[in-house]
């Protein structure tokens, strides 16, 4: 390897020397990981070298998308059914993951809901579902795994997945705005506490990025019309993510927490 290739790490333990976005000898869990950019995001890690825990509600997906990234990828993946938003169950979850792979050291933050109604259409239940997983969830999985790393005496980095929802606002999703805005908050209070632990808390705010569960949508008029007000004037693909995803993820960002990059096509300096 060149040395300009290399990133010296004279203040870490061994003075180890690493190539930034090389995440062998890592351990990812990814939440929400049965599919979209949960999905992405673990083969993303996958390849760069990390092994993966994918984590969801739903197993068989899950069972499924760990065969096919050791099939086609060889990435190491394990799937875990969790709930984020039971201390339980998380709890559980991260010790079948380091019993199989050792101590989680790339938490990403993925799972998500969104109640799409107006406020006054809401209902408790449909509140409480939303931030439980958004705001509450991402808030348990950190927690553990930080507690993990720093029980280990172990670096690590937190990716919560946010939205550009957290910055603007748009009708009749106001429990999820709210809850995307706690998110970011959460991750700027976090990593003030845990950087004394060698720990990262980042956040990555995507804007309107395509999947299956939205490309009939935005193939309507009302979609094209909502294309029209991003300054790219395009919707952005899950493969976009990558280089921020693993920039936070790697030591090439050894030196940021508590940041949010946001990936939006510009989205967020559209005109009012």
């Not at 969790?82 to 101590?103: E, P, R």
């Not at 406020?119 to 553990?144: F, P, R």
Request: proline residues 3%; hydrophobic residues 45%; charged residues 20%.
């Amino acid at each position: 390897m060149e040395p300009a290739a290399r990133c010296a790490r004279s203040d870490w333990p061994g003075n180890r020397i690493v190539t930034p976005l090389n995440l062998r000898g890592r351990v990812a869990l990814v939440t929400g990981a049965a599919g979209g950019l949960g999905a992405h995001f673990s083969r993303t890690l996958g390849r760069a070298g990390a092994k993966v825990v994918l984590t969801g509600r739903r197993l068989d997906p899950l069972q499924d998308l760990a065969r096919r990234l050791g099939e086609e990828d060889g990435i190491e993946a394990l799937a875990i059914s969790s709930d984020v938003s039971d201390a339980d169950s998380v709890h559980a979850c991260f010790d079948a993951a380091q019993d199989a792979f050792g101590v989680v050291d790339i938490v990403v933050c993925n799972a998500g809901h969104a109640a799409t109604k107006p406020s006054l259409s809401m209902s408790d239940s449909d509140w409480d579902q939303v931030v439980n997983v958004n705001l509450k969830g991402a808030w348990l999985v950190a927690n553990e795994g930080t507690r993990r790393l720093v029980a280990a005496g172990k670096p690590g980095s937190v990716i919560v997945i946010s939205s550009i929802l957290g910055h603007r606002v748009a009708g009749g999703v106001v429990s999820y705005a709210v809850s995307k805005a706690g998110v970011e908050q959460m991750v700027k209070a976090l990593a003030l506490e845990w950087a004394r632990h060698d720990i990262r808390v980042n956040a990555l705010a995507p804007g309107y990025i395509e999947t299956d569960m939205n490309r009939e949508f935005f193939s309507s008029e009302a979609g094209q019309a909502m294309i029209k007000r991003i300054p790219q004037r395009r919707l952005g693909q899950a493969r976009d993510l990558d280089g921020p995803l693993l920039l936070l993820a790697s030591d090439a960002s050894r030196y940021m927490t508590g940041s949010t990059i946001v990936v939006d096509g510009g989205h967020l300096q559209s005109s009012l």
